[in-house]
């Protein structure tokens, strides 16, 4: 299954997470009028954008299995890497630990997905340098709130495994639904180079994706990554990793160990 679609600033706004926005701005402690304020500003910005932009989303569903710290989607090997320093409760934890192995002759399912805006959203301010802030921080939040009325489709119908879901925008917010969708760049998927994989999946160019040489997406306001179902899986901090399983992980990406330690350099062992 693979499917594209955008929708208006208006459908995807309610699901906007703004302490996230409010967070970019250095908000935190700041009184609760300032932030009323800003919001007001970035709303009417929203109505602007209304009839002139949009945002736009890629899925792709596969069948998926897990192999050592591979996962696999149909064909497409996607190996992951591990934590090396044991969490709090003793285990070293991969992505693919939350796939169905292989071994288990069960197949399991992983989404693949990115999600971007129109390039004028984030141009939007004529040389302001605020507006330009507004424009940039706001056009990121609408990204990321694509994902989660994205996410939700995919949970209620186009995955369809949990048909029955009915949160409040509030619990949307605070990931009360069953699985987790990480992204590249993300404590867990730090290896930006993986979009390059991504974009082959999901067809990252349909929506208007462009990946610069070191994997990182224009516009800059884009989200990649995957959607896993497994009511286990949770977010971990993949933490530094060693000079062994970057060996490795090169390996089995196929890409010279030089070129990978320059992806990981920020997730490597000092």
């Known amino acids: 299954m693979r499917k594209t679609c955008s929708f208006r600033p208006s459908e995807v706004a309610e699901y906007i997470n703004w302490i996230y926005f409010f ?73 693919a630990d939350f796939v169905q192995p292989r071994t288990e002759g069960v197949t399991d399912r992983v989404g693949v997905f990115a999600t971007t805006v129109d390039p004028a959203m984030e141009k939007d301010h004529d040389g302001d340098e605020y507006q330009r802030l507004l424009a940039q921080t706001l056009a990121d939040r609408l990204a990321e709130a694509t994902v989660e009325k994205l996410h939700l489709e995919v949970r209620r119908h186009w995955w369809g495994y949990a048909p029955d879901e009915q949160l409040t925008i509030e619990q949307l917010l605070r990931e009360e639904f069953q699985g987790i969708r990480p992204a590249v760049g993300y404590p867990s998927l730090p290896d930006t180079s993986v979009n390059f994989i991504i974009s082959e999946l999901v067809g990252m160019k349909e929506i208007g994706i462009h990946l610069t040489e070191n994997g990182a997406m224009r516009p800059h306001a884009s989200v990649s990554g995957l959607m896993i179902a497994h009511p286990q899986a949770h977010y971990f901090d993949l ?32």
């Open 23 to 95: 967070h970019a701005w250095g908000m935190n402690g700041k009184p609760q009028e300032a932030r009323e304020a800003l919001r007001s500003e970035a709303e009417a910005l929203l109505q602007q954008w209304e009839d002139r932009y949009q945002t736009h989303a890629a899925f792709a569903l596969f069948n998926a299995w897990s192999e050592d710290d591979d996962i696999w989607l149909d064909d497409t090997r996607l190996p992951m890497l591990r934590q090396q320093r044991p969490n709090a409760m003793g285990t070293c934890l991969s992505l």
């Open 239 to 270: 933490g530094p990793i060693g000079e062994d399983q970057l060996a490795d992980y090169a390996r089995r990406r196929g890409i010279p160990i030089v070129v990978m330690r320059r992806f990981l350099a920020s997730s490597l062992l000092k």
